[in-house]
């Protein structure tokens, strides 16, 4: 099966971005609007937005605790995504590793150029290696797919919204500028609301695209399945210390933390048993082709 671009999912991207940057707009004029002191600050993220831009990566493997490693260090890791990137026709990405019990694996970078794959210690310790090539091809997909760029400034502006929402108030001085004040914060909640969802949305679609993209770069949608299945029933075994640890790289992960309690519209995932199925359709898919 031949890799076919996602057209679902380059739309869903581009509609998000653009919906995002609307509201981003409308937030900004109401804060000029309503001259509510809020303005500097947010000129303050902007600049942030570009460096969290180029340094994403770096970011990310901090917040986790992972690191880079070198081929001496992870041979069979270093081969296998090697070969994997040479079969999804992708520069070979930096390979990183987590010291943790939690069995996941993501991808960070601003492009193809720069990307990084991490996985972690409990991910190793737990898949086989067939089950690994799966995960691994899921996170060349995303790569190639661009949705961890997209992914990363539309968390942004999320972010600027819900730290106004949060710490707005304390810009607030005499009762004059209180009016103006909860505007701004109440503007600012409306913002985080829909990103929020926007998100959301994009990032379980991207999930099921990611899913289709490494099977196709294996030819193995059933060791991906697999890989999945094993995840789930792993994390019911991880301490919520190590849980909670993680919880902000969430939408970013190949398998979410925790599943939602809320419902479907609050999870950055699909249901893992939703993927699982999608897989095993496509494996029928490929073993009935010519």
Same mark, same amino acid.
């Given at each position: 099966?031949?890799?076919?671009?996602?057209?679902?999912?380059?739309?869903? %991207?581009?509609?998000?971005?653009?919906?995002?940057?609307?509201?981003?707009?409308?937030?900004?004029?109401?804060?000029?609007?309503?001259?509510?002191?809020?303005?500097?600050?947010?000129?303050? %993220?902007?600049?942030?937005? &570009?460096?969290?831009?180029?340094?994403?990566?770096?970011?990310?493997?901090?917040?986790?605790?992972?690191?880079?490693?070198?081929?001496?260090?992870?041979?069979?890791?270093?081969?296998?995504?090697?070969?994997?990137?040479?079969?999804?026709?992708?520069?070979?990405?930096?390979?990183?590793?987590?010291?943790?019990?939690?069995?996941?694996?993501?991808?960070?970078?601003?492009?193809?150029?720069?990307?990084?794959?991490?996985?972690?210690?409990?991910?190793?310790?737990?898949?086989?290696?067939?089950?690994?090539?799966?995960?691994?091809?899921?996170?060349?997909?995303?790569?190639?797919?661009?949705?961890?760029?997209? %992914?990363?400034?539309?968390?942004?502006?999320?972010?600027?919204?819900?730290?106004?929402?949060?710490?707005?108030?304390?810009?607030?001085?005499?009762?004059?500028?209180?009016?103006?004040?909860?505007?701004?914060?109440?503007?600012?909640?409306?913002?985080?609301?829909?990103?929020?969802?926007?998100?959301?949305?994009?990032?379980?679609?991207?999930?099921?695209?990611?899913?289709?993209?490494?099977?196709?770069?294996?030819?193995?949608?059933?060791?991906?399945?697999?890989?999945?299945?094993?995840?789930?029933?792993?994390?019911?075994?991880?301490?919520?210390?190590?849980?909670?640890?993680?919880?902000? %790289?969430?939408?970013?992960?190949?398998?979410?933390?925790?599943?939602?309690? &809320?419902?479907?519209?609050?999870?950055?995932?699909?249901?893992?048993?939703?993927?699982?199925?999608?897989?095993?359709?496509?494996?029928?898919?490929?073993?009935?082709?010519?």
């Amino acid at each position: 099966m031949k890799w076919k671009p996602d057209w679902g999912l380059r739309i869903r %991207m581009a509609l998000t971005v653009l919906l995002l940057g609307g509201l981003y707009a409308v937030f900004l004029g109401v804060l000029v609007t309503v001259d509510a002191g809020l303005l500097t600050i947010v000129v303050v %993220m902007d600049l942030f937005m &570009i460096g969290q831009l180029f340094f994403s990566d770096k970011i990310a493997l901090y917040s986790m605790g992972g690191y880079e490693v070198e081929e001496d260090e992870y041979p069979r890791l270093h081969r296998r995504l090697t070969q994997l990137s040479q079969q999804a026709g992708l520069p070979v990405p930096t390979v990183a590793v987590a010291e943790s019990p939690v069995p996941n694996a993501f991808a960070t970078g601003r492009s193809r150029a720069t990307a990084t794959v991490c996985v972690t210690t409990g991910l190793l310790d737990t898949l086989e290696q067939d089950e690994i090539e799966g995960v691994l091809a899921h996170e060349l997909a995303h790569i190639k797919n661009r949705d961890v760029m997209v %992914m990363t400034i539309a968390s942004f502006f999320s972010t600027i919204a819900l730290l106004i929402v949060q710490w707005g108030w304390l810009f607030g001085g005499g009762d004059d500028e209180s009016p103006s004040i909860l505007v701004a914060v109440v503007a600012s909640f409306v913002v985080w609301i829909l990103s929020f969802v926007l998100i959301r949305t994009l990032s379980r679609y991207r999930e099921f695209a990611a899913d289709r993209g490494g099977a196709v770069i294996t030819g193995k949608p059933g060791a991906l399945a697999a890989a999945l299945t094993k995840i789930s029933e792993r994390m019911d075994a991880v301490p919520d210390r190590d849980m909670r640890e993680q919880t902000e %790289m969430n939408a970013f992960f190949i398998h979410p933390l925790r599943r939602g309690v &809320i419902g479907r519209v609050f999870s950055t995932h699909p249901s893992t048993e939703a993927r699982i199925e999608r897989l095993r359709e496509l494996e029928s898919e490929l073993e009935t082709s010519p």
